[in-house]
């Protein structure tokens, strides 16, 4: 009989992890034990908090999510928060995954983290060619790490550890707080107040012009799961909507609309920052691997975002 797998998911509390929590609930995990971690479990960036974790546990596998995560506003202005926490988190769990001879580990990079000045859809290949966007230096040097970490884990102790690149991510259990959040949360919470209030503006930050790509949470974590189970390169693999599949902020703020039916105006703050442009991803070597994966369609899945804070207003992360 095949050895049980035990999968530990750092960050396992959060909007990924919890969305790879549901998709395991409901298709199931023969031969898998799967244990889903938050930060009252041990705080990941302690050396020994995080050895009791993997001493409690005995993972075989580690999905590795867990992160000090925010939005563009958040970045902002805690560059060096993100880049040490980040750092100690990282090096802590591979640290002790390699310690404690876990099999594989899939980590979480993003595509925020790619070099500013390259040219577009950025692929695999070009993670290291350039520095990142200035507004978020400080995460995307303590995820590039992890790339590299995983290379010469690999090359000196024949680790397999890999990572993947998720596009701009959202879905139930996001994080609705309006001075950290991303884009698509802080606009639903942001219009469910203004309709509260009856409110006919709905203020939305920047021009509205930058571009981006969104993957729903869910079709994420059917993604992760596959690549734990059979993904075998170190090279790191985007998890992305297709390239066409690219909405300005505007667009999305429309979509948010939509999703209330609220009948105002949109108002574009343009006094606020607006961030990388775009940081259009390729991908090709998802559709290599997995030509037929359909992902939710942009307008199903925001309504479902939409419908899912408004039920669980009381409880989400404000
Ligand atoms: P999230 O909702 O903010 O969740 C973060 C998770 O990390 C939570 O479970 C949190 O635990 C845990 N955590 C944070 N600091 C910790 C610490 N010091 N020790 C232990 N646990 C800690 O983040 P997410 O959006 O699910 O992100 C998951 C992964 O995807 C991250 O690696 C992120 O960089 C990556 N990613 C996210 C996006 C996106 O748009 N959201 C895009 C690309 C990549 P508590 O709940 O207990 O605080
Ligand atoms: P990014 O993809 O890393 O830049 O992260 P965000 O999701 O924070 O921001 C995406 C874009 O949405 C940026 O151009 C922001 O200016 C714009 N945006 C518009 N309104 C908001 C808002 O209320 N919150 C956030 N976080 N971004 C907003």
Redesign the pocket.
Known sequence: MPEKKVIIV????????KAIETIVTAEGSEGEKWIF?????????DYKATEAIFKKHEPTHVI???????GLFHNLSHKLDFLL?NLR?NDNVLQLSFETGVKKVV??????TFPDKISYPIDETMLHDGPPHPSNFG?SYA?RFIDVANHAYNEQHGCMFTSV??????GP???FNLESS?VIPGLIRKLYNAIEKGDDKFRVLGSGTPLRQFIY?LDLAKLIIWVLRNYEEIDPIFLCVDEQAEVTIKQVAEEVVKSFNFKGDIVFDTTKPDGQYKKTASNTKLRNYLPDFQFTPFDIAVKETMEWFKANYKTA?L
């Open positions: 750092t960050g396992g509390s959060g909007l990924v992890g971690l938050s930060s009252q479990d041990g705080d990941l960036c590795h999510l867990a992160a000090m995560v925010g926490n988190i980590s979480c990079l993003s595509a925020c995460y995820k690149i998720p596009c701009n991510v959202f259990h996001d994080n991303h949470s992360r």
